[in-house]
C-alpha cells in the first residue's frame, strides 16, 4: 500500500524520529535487502575503536624526533613514508606532514565537513566536527586556542590547513626539550592527539 | 551562495568544548550509523563526492539540528533512495524485497582490506598545471558549482575572490564538482593556496597568520 511521502526531497523524515532508531531501522532495511552483513559493521567499530586510532600517528611523530632521515622522507613524501610503516587506507590516501617551529605553529580543519587522516589519528573527535569548531579555526584560530588553554609564544604565525580535497594532513609538534634518551615507545606517549590536529602543544 | 555547510568564518557559535583521546564514539548508534554508512558505501552506488552533497542537501533547518551522524543518516537515506538501492515505501516500512546488489555486501572477512585499500583521489588527466610553487593566484569569485546549479564543491564562500600563493602541488585529483554529479572524474591539478588572515577577515588575529586551502585549478585564476 502505498504511503504518504510528505517530503520526498528529504527521505529520511521516513524514518523513526529518534536517531538510534533511526539507524536501527535503516540497518534493519538494508539487511532484510541483503545489502548489509551486521557482522560486517561490527568488524568496521571494532577496527576503530581498537585497531586504528591517534596511537599510530603518535609512532610516525616519534619516529620523525628520532630519525632525521625519516622526518625528511616524511616532509617531502608523507604518503610514502607513513605506508612504510603500515599506516595507509581510507581517509589516508593523501597524506602531507607540516612540521611545527617556532615560528609556525600549524592546526587542521575541515570547514565544509570533517575530513581528518583516519590510518593515523582514527575517527574525529566530535569537537572537530562540531559547528563551532569548523566555523571558527580558519577566522580566529588563536582564540580557540584559547580554548583549549594554548597560548603560542610571542612571534608565532598561525597556519590554519583547511582540508578541502582528499588530501590529509598530519602536524609533527616540536620535539619537547629534555627527550634525547627516551626511546621511540616512550616519545609516542608524549605525543598527543590533539597535538597532532595542532591545537595542543606538547 | 553555497549551502549550510559552508560555516568556515562564521560568526556566533560558541567555545570548542574539549574532550579526551579516549571517547571514539559516545553512543553505540553513533558507531552503528559510520559503520553502516562505510557498508553501504562499499555496493559502489556512489562515491564520496556524492555522499558529501547528499548531507549538504539536507535542509537548513535540519542541517543544523542535526547532530553529526544524524547528517550522515539523512544523506545515507536520501542516497539509498536516489539511485533505487531502496524505495520511499520500503523506507516508511513496506515489507522489503531483496536487493540485486546483495551480491556486492560487504562481507565481515573483506572488511579489513576494503579499509586499508582505501580509495586514491589522484587520476591521470591532460589538463597540464597552470601555476607554479609561489605564484600569485585569486580564487573564483562565486563559490559556486560551475557545471550544476546548486551542485557540489570544494571551494568555501570565506575564501571566494581572494588572492593568495600556491604553496604545493598535489598532482591531478578528481574534480567533486564533476564527481557528485555523474559527470566523470574530469581530474585537474590540485593545489595548496596560502591566503593571509587579512585577505580573508576584516580584523585577522594577527598579521603573519595564513589559512590553507586545496584548491583546483579551474577554482582559481592568476592574480590580477
Known sequence: MPHDHSDPDHPHSLLPPDPALRVKALETLLAAKGLIDPAALDAIIDTYQHKIGPRNGAAVVARAWAEPDFRDWLLRDATAAVSAMGFYGRQGEHMVAVENTHAVHNMVVCTLCSCYPWPLLGIPPAWYKSDAYRARAVREPRAVLADFGVVLPEGCAVRVWDSTAEVRYLVIPDRPAGTEGLDAEAMAALVTRDGMIGTALL | ?224
Not at chain 2, 88 to 105: F, I, M, N, Q, Y
Not at chain 2, 108 to 118: C, I, N, R, T, Y
Request: proline content about 7%; some cysteine; charged content about 20%.
Open chain 2, 1 to 224: 551562495m553555497s549551502r549550510v555547510h559552508d560555516m568556515g568564518g562564521r560568526f556566533g557559535d560558541g567555545p570548542v568544548i574539549h574532550e579526551a583521546e579516549v571517547e571514539v564514539f559516545h553512543e553505540d548508534w553513533h558507531a552503528r550509523a559510520l559503520a553502516l554508512t562505510l557498508a553501504a558505501g562499499a555496493l559502489g552506488q556512489w562515491n564520496i563526492d556524492t555522499s558529501r552533497h547528499a548531507r549538504e542537501c539536507l535542509s537548513p533547518q535540519d542541517y543544523m539540528r542535526f547532530s553529526y551522524y544524524e547528517k550522515w543518516m539523512g544523506g545515507l537515506a536520501a542516497l539509498l533512495v536516489a539511485k533505487g538501492v531502496v524505495t520511499l515505501d520500503e523506507l516508511a516500512g513496506d515489507v522489503p524485497t531483496r536487493s540485486p546488489l546483495s551480491t556486492k555486501a560487504l562481507k565481515p572477512e573483506s572488511v579489513a582490506g576494503v579499509l586499508a585499500k582505501g580509495g586514491p583521489a589522484n587520476r591521470p588527466s591532460n589538463i597540464a598545471p597552470s601555476f607554479a610553487i609561489g605564484a600569485k593566484v585569486q580564487a573564483r569569485k562565486l563559490a559556486q558549482n560551475t557545471l550544476v546549479n546548486g551542485g557540489h564543491t570544494r571551494l568555501p564562500r570565506y575564501a571566494a575572490g581572494a588572492q593568495g600563493r600556491i604553496v604545493l602541488y598535489h598532482g591531478t585529483h578528481v574534480l567533486p564538482d564533476a564527481a557528485a554529479h555523474g559527470l566523470g572524474d574530469r581530474a585537474e591539478p590540485l593545489y595548496a593556496v596560502a591566503f593571509a588572515a587579512a585577505a580573508l577577515w576584516a580584523h585577522p588575529e594577527h598579521p603573519a597568520d595564513e589559512v590553507v586551502l586545496d584548491l583546483w585549478q579551474s577554482y582559481l585564476e592568476p592574480a590580477p
